[in-house]
C-alpha cells in the first residue's frame, strides 16, 4: 500500500496544510507550577512536531472547574495566555500550524483540583466508577479514584458557555491557528450526551436534541469569536471508558455531525474508541458520518502511515491524527516518508516530569 496520500496538501478550513498527517491531542501534564502555565520547554517539544500538517494541542482547560489532572495547562489567566504564546510563536517559528483543544471534563476529576476544594460538576450527580484524576498528595503525584460530583444547575450552564467563548478568545490572542472542541472521551460534553451520564429533566436532558445542547451552544460560542472556519470538533461514539454507556451513541452523533456541517465548522476529529478497548467503527457509521457531515474528517486511532493512508484512500477520511508515534518520534512525518523505522514510545514517561520522554527523542539525523 502506498502512502502517498498522506503527503497531498489539505484545505482544512481556513488553513492550507502541507500534508495529511495530523499530531493528536496528548495530555502530557507538565504544565509550569502554580499556575498550570506552558514553558519553553513545551515550546521546544511543539515545535520539534511543528512538520505535522496540524498539531492539535493536548486538551486544555477552560476554567478551574475543567480540570481533572494536574499539571495540565489552563488557558483562562493572562499567565497561561502568554505561556501558549511562548508555544505557538515557536511553531509558527519552525514553519508549523497548531490548533488548541479546549476542554472540561465534567465529573473526570477530584476536590483537590477545584477551587476551594468544591466537588466537581457533571450533568447528573452520578460518580464515574472507573475514572481516576491525577492529583498531588503529600507524598506525590498520584492517580486517585474521581469524587462524587454535583449536578449543575440549569443557571450555572450559560457562566460554562461563557467560559468556551473566553476560552476561544484567549486562545486566539495566544496566536493559535485553529479551535477544537472536545466532546469526546467521556468528558463534561459527551456526559451531557450519554443517555446513563444525563438524567436530566430540565432542556439539557431527555431527549436526543437536549442532550446535544450544550455542545452547540458550547461550539456556536466558539464559531462566533473565531469563525466557522477555524473550528474543529472531536466526538468518540460508542467511546466506553470513563463509564460512558450510551445507548444512542450513533444517533446522537450522526445528529450533531449534521448540526455541525450547518455551522460550517470545518473539520470533525473522530477519536475511534478501539484504542482504549471498545468497538472497531463500521463502515456503515464512517459512511454516514462522512454523509452527515459536509467538511473535513480526521480519524484517531492506532493507525499506522499504510492504514492511515488506505483510510484516505477509502474516501471516509481527509487526515490522519497521530498520538503515541508523535510522542517518540518529532520526525514521524519524515520517518512516514522514508519508510523509517519509528522509535518507541515509553509509557513510563507519558505523564509528569521534565524534559526526559519529552524533548530528547531522537530524530532521524541524530541516529544517523
Partial sequence: MTTTTLFTPLQLGALELPNRIIMAPLTRSRASQPGDVPTEMNARYYAQRASAGLIISEATQISRQGQGYAFTPGIYTDAQVQGWRLVTDAVHAAGGRIAMQLWHVGRISHHLLQEGGQPPVAPSAIRSETGESFVVLPEGPKRVPCDMPRALETSEIPGIIADYARAAKNALSAGFDMLELHSANGYLLQQFLSTNTNQRTDQYGGSMENRARIVLEALDAIIAVAGAQRVGVRISPHFNRH????????????????????????????????????????????????????????????????????????????????????????????????????????????????????TDYPALETVA
Fill in 243 to 358: 463509564d460512558i454507556r450510551d445507548e444512542q451513541t450513533e444517533e446522537i452523533h450522526l445528529y450533531l455531525a449534521e448540526q455541525f456541517s450547518k455551522r460550517g465548522v470545518a473539520y470533525l476529529h473522530i477519536a475511534e474508541p478501539d484504542w482504549a478497548g471498545g468497538p472497531s467503527l463500521s463502515d456503515a457509521l464512517r459512511q454516514q458520518l462522512r454523509a452527515a457531515f459536509t467538511g473535513r474528517i480526521i480519524v484517531c486511532g492506532n493507525y499506522t502511515a499504510e492504514s492511515g493512508a488506505a483510510r484516505i484512500a477509502s474516501g471516509l477520511a481527509d487526515a490522519v491524527a497521530y498520538g503515541r508515534p508523535f510522542i517518540a518520534n518529532p520526525d514521524l512525518v519524515e520517518r512516514f516518508r522514508l519508510g523509517a523505522a519509528l522509535n518507541k514510545p515509553d509509557p513510563a514517561t507519558f505523564y509528569g516530569g521534565g524534559e526526559h520522554g519529552y
